[in-house]
């Protein structure tokens, strides 16, 4: 049987991350689950996975829900948004978001059709690089410009990471299903 890409009968490397870097195959979510069993394969008496490891991966899982998520809301928000184009504009000038030029184009864009600038604004920030935060700092400027409700919607935790994981495996957790990121592995071993 195979889990993402990689058979049972597969030793556990010695250079783990390496290997799973080569390794795996499709989303996060699976990349994850790759990672929590090279951690238990490690576990005994080899190196294990690195904790700063695990947790840049709950940092990019939890990037691409946030992605995700304003995805979802970009026709809500620009309706909601749109009265308060201009001062979110300014506030995420401050953080070089979007390129001059964009920001220019899009207030230009918003005394005509504000709704429209809005939806080109959520595209620019989804097409942003996440090292930059754009959803970080479009939630601070919801807050500033006192939508907290809308930056509410747009947070998200840590919890939400384990609850999208826990999506993914079903009955007991084994070394062949995705688990939530620090739980304890079962109390056996993977097959070698």
């Given at each position: 049987m195979k889990m993402c890409g990689i058979s049972d009968e597969t030793p556990c490397p010695p250079d783990a991350v390496a290997s799973l870097l080569s390794q795996v195959k499709?989303?996060?979510?699976?990349?994850?689950?790759v990672l929590l069993k090279l951690k238990e394969?490690?576990?005994?008496?080899?190196?294990?996975?690195p904790q700063d490891l695990i947790d840049e991966v709950k940092k990019g899982l939890l990037s691409e829900m946030e992605y995700n998520r304003l995805?979802?809301?970009?026709v809500d928000f620009a309706e909601e948004l749109s009265i308060h184009i201009e001062r979110t504009l300014d506030y995420l000038y401050q953080f070089s978001l979007i390129p001059d030029e964009e920001t220019t184009k899009l207030k230009n864009e918003a005394k005509r059709n504000p709704q429209e600038a809005c939806r080109n604004l959520f595209k620019a920030l989804l097409a942003t690089s996440p090292k930059k935060?754009?959803?970080?700092?479009?939630?601070?400027?919801?807050?500033?410009?006192?939508?907290?409700?809308?930056?509410?919607?747009?947070?998200?935790?840590?919890?939400n990471i384990e609850?999208?994981?826990q999506k993914h495996g079903s009955g007991q957790p084994s070394c062949e299903e995705p688990m939530a990121i620090g739980m304890s592995a079962p109390p056996h071993t993977c097959n070698r």
């Open positions: 499709g989303s996060i979510a699976s990349f994850i689950s394969c490690h576990r005994e008496g080899q190196q294990d996975i995805r979802e809301k970009v935060e754009p959803i970080k700092h479009l939630k601070a400027a919801f807050r500033d410009s006192g939508l907290l409700y809308m930056a509410d919607e747009l947070e998200l935790s840590y919890q609850d999208e994981l």
